[in-house]
């Protein structure tokens, strides 16, 4: 299936401020305002018609005041979140996912799906996870090895590495994480989450799910069952009020008389009414709102395998996974701040080169086995010397020392090897936003959709076979 996309980005500071969190809180209160300001409004015009039209005109107006209510949220989400780093320019990255593909839950109100991606050639270490959105489906998760403190300083078993070889620090590597991870300047005064986050160092992707798409469409729906929720809430307050008054009385009776009764009247019905609303408010949430709530979050949710393309079946995204991956470039506003590609357009999996090539030595490092990739590049501070470093994958000549994997991004050979990877992986996957590319797939012969090398082609009477 192709990726699916809901939301858009906006330009910035044209666009104004993004949807943020910390907002919230104002902004309900803002559209709560709206909304009964739009029920009072409407009660007032039908007591023209006695009491009876002021309670059909608070329905009419509550419906449409909750339907604006909804409606205003799934905009904002949708089409105020989002600022574009490059609009209609999708931006292509090559990584290891971080951890496997997850969704958070309801309570969050986004049912998309991410990972992360660690940007080649930076190398990786297996962590505990410390975020409680994605730690009971991933409790250990990949990070930058050369990753940073919260004061922005390289962690310690890095520092020294990174210090003697300067252009394998992440945000200034004048590759990849330069290019996709670094603050943009105007954007520093939004905020941006600590270096030390996994937002911040490795490239967040996420397939979105239809959950405020949704929401949008059932809106006036959805306010008529917030109205009788209401109603429910009120009819559990009168008869719990009713009920906590008569019990009330009749208990401060007996003890003081009739004017025990009046105060124990009084506070039985306010007590009694403030159980009936919790009662009624408690039955309408769990026993119809969150369910139908819970259908609508799990009716399309993001899945990012829409995204995975390839006739050459590698199966699905999972942690380890060395990946292309194709997105629209955006600054995530609703947070504390972060780049991300949203929505994820194009993933694809690195294969293995020839599984009969393999180091001549064993060697630690960071990247562990990451070496055996030959169409992949890990920088390996402590590279043996005695090791064979990647051999050139097809059509490459540039050729790799054990002293330019020490050295990583601050060799020139090694550098050149890591932009010709990105390069070649990049350019099939961004070919199809191009719109020769475009009309050349419309003719009868071709038949790919990605690229002939990603999910193959050939002529429709051609004896060969499609090539991967």
């Not at 403190?149 to 390289?154: E, V, W, Y």
């Not at 992707?205 to 069952?225: I, N, Q, S, T, Y």
Request: proline share 8%; net charge negative.
């Amino acid at each position: 299936m192709p990726y699916k996309r809901y939301t858009s980005c906006f330009n910035y500071p044209e666009g104004g401020k993004p949807y943020n969190e910390r907002d919230r809180l104002a902004w309900v209160v803002e559209q709560l305002l709206l909304a009964l300001f739009a029920t009072g409004t409407f009660a007032l015009a039908g007591l023209v018609g006695g009491p009876i039209g002021a309670v059909i005109g608070g329905i009419i107006g509550s419906v449409i005041g909750f339907t604006a209510l909804l409606q205003n949220a799934a905009d904002s989400w949708l089409n105020r979140r989002l600022i574009c780093l490059s609009k209609d320019h999708p931006k292509c990255a090559v990584g290891i996912v971080s951890y496997n593909p997850s969704r958070s839950d309801l309570g969050v109100f986004d049912n998309d799906q991410y990972f992360d991606v660690l940007l080649m050639p930076h190398p990786t270490e297996l962590v505990d996870s410390d975020d409680p959105d994605i730690e009971e489906s991933n409790p250990k998760w990949l990070m930058p090895a050369n990753r940073y403190k919260a004061d922005g300083t390289i962690v310690d078993n890095f520092s020294k590495e990174v210090a003697d070889h300067p252009a394998n620090d992440i945000l200034t590597d004048r590759f990849q994480g330069e290019l996709l991870l670094a603050p943009r300047e105007d954007l520093k005064a939004l905020g941006y989450e600590p270096p030390n986050k996994h937002e911040r160092v490795a490239l967040h992707c996420e397939a979105e799910g239809d959950f405020w798409v949704r929401m949008k469409k059932l809106a006036p729906a959805l306010a008529l069952l917030i109205d009788a929720a209401l109603v429910v809430t009120a009819a559990g307050a009168a008869a719990g009020s009713w009920a906590g008054g008569a019990a009330g009385c009749a208990l401060g009776a007996w003890f003081f008389g009739p004017i025990g009764c009046a105060i124990g009247g009084f506070l039985g019905g306010l007590l009694g009414g403030a159980a009936g609303a919790a009662a009624g408010a408690a039955a309408t949430s769990f026993g119809v709102i969150i369910p139908i709530l819970n259908a609508i979050f799990e009716a399309g949710p993001g899945d990012v395998e829409d995204a995975n393309v390839g006739d050459k079946s590698l199966g699905p995204i999972q942690m380890y996974d060395r990946v292309a991956v194709v997105g629209e470039h955006v600054y995530d506003g609703y947070h504390t701040g972060w780049h991300e590609f949203h929505p994820l357009m194009r993933v694809v999996k690195i294969a293995p080169p020839d599984p009969g090539w393999t180091p001549s030595v064993a060697h630690g490092g960071a990247s562990g086995g990451a070496v055996g990739f030959q169409y992949y590049l890990t920088w390996q501070p402590h590279f043996s010397p005695f090791a064979t470093a990647p051999p050139p994958p097809p059509g490459e000549t540039i050729p790799l020392t054990d002293e330019d994997m020490r050295q990583g991004l601050n060799s020139k050979n090694f550098r050149r090897r890591c932009e010709n990877l990105k390069e070649t992986w990049c350019s099939m996957l961004q070919q199809p936003f191009n719109e020769e590319t475009r009309r050349s797939q419309q003719e009868l012969h071709q038949r790919w959709t990605i690229h002939p090398m990603v999910d193959g082609c050939r002529p429709r009477k051609s004896a060969q076979p499609p090539l991967h």
